[in-house]
């Protein structure tokens, strides 16, 4: 629509003849005149109607789209969430009549319903201001990371979905029938984005992730996205955990720069930085869990969901001002057959997890770089070498030492937004039970 203007561009145009549109948001009828508040991409505004212009719509329900011109004058009445101006309406034009009352109300602040209903509705809810916002801001995560990625001259890489062999273990995955072969949906782009360091030595990307989750939990969804890291010639893994929290500052950065607006919305303080990501052997981790709460899980080979939120909310906040801290040195019978183990104690590996205001929402670590090492950990992890053919042939045919990280996109999105389920942050999310829409 060429002649058109956004709600937010209005106070500029104080006195002069404008054409805006977008849909009804909410609608006073006074009977000789009424109150339309039309909505945009950019705000919303308050338009006069007269008793013709009310006429038009008799019939019709909220989210009618509307174009209308008219003037920009200044508003008489004040409403919070609209502009400081009007468009007192000279003619309507009804570009899209819509019938059928909304399922969901979704002109309030919240849209009060559950979350399964919200969910259900979901193509018309997003609509809602706060809801739309979470969106925003997780756009704003991927250009900030992108925007560090470039600087470092790494190349983007658009990874396979449908592959032969499974990355990361365990019986957690889709499988898929193809042309009568059997085929499985990635669990991640692990095995891709190392063999790319074989060719561009560092790559990142945004990768789709399924995972055939056997329960609903609020921080796991069956279908994710993972923003991929993987780099060479590191000295180690300090390198890698370097990376990962300077992507981070700077996606949060770009959060507070593209998203003021949505965050003040969304009524959120992004979580504190400090300055620097403290960082914790997984042992010290659990004496630490073990001495602030007096609950004793040094025994066990992870984090349990309750130490990381403690760890992040708790511990971290108060000894080194941040919301984030990486864990490292998980037991290598925790970790995939491409961690590296460490070289002085052959239990543990040279991994890491950043846990974020929350929960975990990166893994990362060292990989094996030499041949006949991988052959060696694939086949103590009882997997058969030969069905890893392709991606031997980059260790076989040489690859530096390197390693890197995959950072959970809905899951970095619900923590540093505090929401309390993961499917909040997901546009359109799968879980064990939801397909649709
Ligand atoms: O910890 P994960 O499984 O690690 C990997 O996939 C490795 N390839 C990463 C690497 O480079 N070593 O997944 C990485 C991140 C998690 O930290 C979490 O943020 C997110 O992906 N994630 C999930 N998000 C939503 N639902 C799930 N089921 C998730 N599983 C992992
Ligand atoms: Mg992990």
């Known amino acids: 629509m060429k002649e058109r203007f956004f709600v937010r561009e209005l106070p500029e145009h104080l006195g002069q003849e404008v054409v805006v549109a977008g849909w009804l948001h909410r609608l006073r009828d006074l009977n000789k005149f009424g109150f339309a508040i039309l909505r945009d991409r950019t705000g919303l505004v308050q338009v006069v109607l007269d008793s013709t212009q009310l006429e038009q719509l008799k019939g019709l329900q909220l989210e009618t789209v509307l174009k209308i011109t008219g003037t920009v004058v200044k508003k008489q009445s004040k409403d919070p969430q609209a502009e400081e101006v009007e468009v007192q309406a000279k003619i309507m034009e009804v570009l899209s009549p819509v019938t059928d009352v909304l399922p969901i109300e979704i002109n309030k602040d919240d849209v009060e319903a559950q979350l399964d209903s919200i969910l259900d509705h979901r193509v018309t809810t997003l609509r809602n201001l706060k809801q739309r916002a979470i969106f925003r801001v997780q756009a704003a995560l991927v250009h900030g990371y992108r925007a560090y990625m470039e600087r470092q001259g790494f190349t983007e890489i658009f990874f396979p979905v449908l592959a032969g062999a499974a990355s990361e273990g365990g019986a957690e995955f889709f499988k898929v029938d193809y042309y009568g072969r059997e085929a499985m949906l990635t669990q991640s782009a692990q095995l891709y984005k190392q063999m790319m360091v074989g060719v561009y030595e560092g790559v990142y990307g945004l990768s789709y992730s399924f995972r055939a989750e056997k329960f609903a939990t609020s921080r796991h969804l069956t279908e994710f996205n993972q923003f991929e890291f993987e780099v060479g010639f590191v000295d180690g893994m300090e390198d890698i955990m370097a990376y990962a929290e300077a992507s981070l500052r700077e996606m949060l950065a770009t959060v507070e720069r593209?998203?003021?607006?949505?965050?003040?919305?969304?009524?959120?303080?992004l979580p504190p930085l400090g300055e620097h990501f403290p960082c914790v052997r997984l042992k010290e981790a659990l004496q630490f869990y073990k001495e602030g709460t007096g609950i004793d899980e040094t025994k066990e080979p992870d984090l349990s969901p309750a130490a990381e939120k403690w760890l992040s909310t708790v511990w971290a906040p108060h000894t080194h001002g941040s919301g984030f801290v990486f864990v490292t040195h998980y037991p290598t019978s925790k970790r995939p057959f491409y961690?590296?183990?460490d070289p002085q104690n052959s239990e543990e590996t040279l991994s890491f997890d950043l846990i974020g205001f929350g929960s975990e929402i990166i893994s990362g670590g060292l990989r094996v770089h030499r041949y006949d090492e991988q052959v060696a950990?694939?086949?103590a992890k009882g997997l058969n070498p030969a069905d890893f053919e392709d991606y031997l042939a980059m260790h076989k045919y040489g690859i530096p030492p390197e390693g890197g990280f995959g950072m959970g996109l809905q899951?970095?999105?619900?923590?540093?937004?505090?929401?309390?389920?993961?499917?909040e942050a997901t546009i359109f999310?799968?879980?064990?039970?939801?397909?649709?829409?």
């Open 411 to 423: 899951r970095l999105t619900q923590n540093i937004l505090g929401l309390a389920n993961i499917k």
């Open 339 to 341: 961690t590296a183990v």
């Open 429 to 437: 999310p799968r879980d064990v039970q939801r397909l649709r829409p």
């Open 258 to 269: 593209e998203n003021t607006s949505e965050l003040k919305l969304l009524n959120v303080t």
């Open 377 to 379: 950990r694939l086949k």
